[in-house]
């Protein structure tokens, strides 16, 4: 089968999918084509957070109330950050909230139903073209933009615009693009399903440990609905091979012997498997366009390179190239230089975030200061409040990495 179209999006994951819908509401057709038979799993921790919710809501708010009137989610209030001392700091989205039925600031919901709902919501659609088990395994340039080839379905699609949602593993985006892996931009995780995992947080707050032998990184449990939670380890790739770490087990030590871990799991049951993946973090500044294609998501290395979140960023990359897009068209430009543009606004988005984000996870590094930190804190409301404020501003949080801040604190509490 021989096609042809304008924009061809390669994978259907959250990047993949939030440059389709708004391709599509925005009136343009597009081709949308996945290896996988969905719904699919991904392995990740399924935290879903604020970016999400706030981008399909500008996009339609009817994508997030059919969201939540689905069953495959857990509505998620805050964070709790547990330092390597033990201490617990629960920071809420937003301060003084009170839970409600309608909205949640963040969900936790297996990649599994996440994903499939995106892949109805893009089914509702009647300008995309959407092709599920077609695995792309050659690309060619061409003088239109790009041929894509699934040797195994003998299909072939004609582009002018090829943007790359395909993953972490990329051939795309590592062989044509160049964005080859480093290890000190780059995590490994590993997640687990368990059910019954005991003393989950009031409004089940999303919990990261630090502990000593995981920084920087951290440990995570994230409740899922129907008492399930996903569980697991992530950290930076350079560290775990310098200190020969085996993620796996790491993580099935820590459940088992960890003091103040293992007794929240005497019963409870692990559902399959534990099963890793990579993290292209976005600690490094790429060049994530070039002449006829734009990278979106984990191909463009964009996962934040503190919290190890990649789908609020890749829905913000796939709907700035879904913009590119429709001024690629207008100006029927798709060259090198035009398309710098796209990377100019990932870097005004999403830039400066994952700076800091880079500067707080070498804070994170370091057991002791977390501790000194986790200290000044502890139990006051003040600066909790004023912790709260953090996820929402930027300039806020730009403090925490400054000594002076801390410093003020502590003479503050002292
Ligand atoms: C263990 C772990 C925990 C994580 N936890 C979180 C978390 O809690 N919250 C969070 O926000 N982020 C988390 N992340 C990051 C998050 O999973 C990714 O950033 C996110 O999935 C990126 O979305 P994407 O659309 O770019 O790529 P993906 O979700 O990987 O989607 C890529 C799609 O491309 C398709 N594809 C691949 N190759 C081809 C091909 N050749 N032809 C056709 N289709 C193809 C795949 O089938 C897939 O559907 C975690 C990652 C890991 C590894």
Redesign the pocket.
Known sequence: MNLKTDVCI???????VATALKLSYLGIPCIL????TFP?D????????GKVTTLLNRLDPEIMQRFHAEPIQTDVWGVRFVAPNRKKLDIPFKAGYVRNEKMAPGYVSKRMEF?NFLIEEVKRRDNIQLLLE????AYERTDLGFRLHSKLKDVHIDCQLLID??????PFSRQYAGLEKDPKHHAA???AYYRNVSEIPTDNFIELHFIKNVTPGYFWI?ALPNGEANV?I?MRSDIVKKRGVNLREELARIIAEDPAISPRFKNAELIGKFE????PLGSKTRRISGDHFML????GHL?DPLT?????N?FYSGIIAAEQAVLCLQEKNFSDIFLIAYDVRIQRVLGSEMKLSYKMQQIGGNPSLLNFVSNIIDGNRKILEYFSAMYTDFDLREKLVKPWFWIKMWLKKS
């Open positions: 390669m994978g259907a994951g959250p990047g993949g084509v996945d290896k996988a699919r991904k392995i990740c921790g399924d935290a879903i957070s994903d077609t695995p792309i395994d949602a395909s993953g972490a593993h990329s995780a590993v997640r994230f697991g992530g890793g993946y990579g993290l979106v998501g984990d191909a996962i190890g979140e990649g789908i609020g890749a």
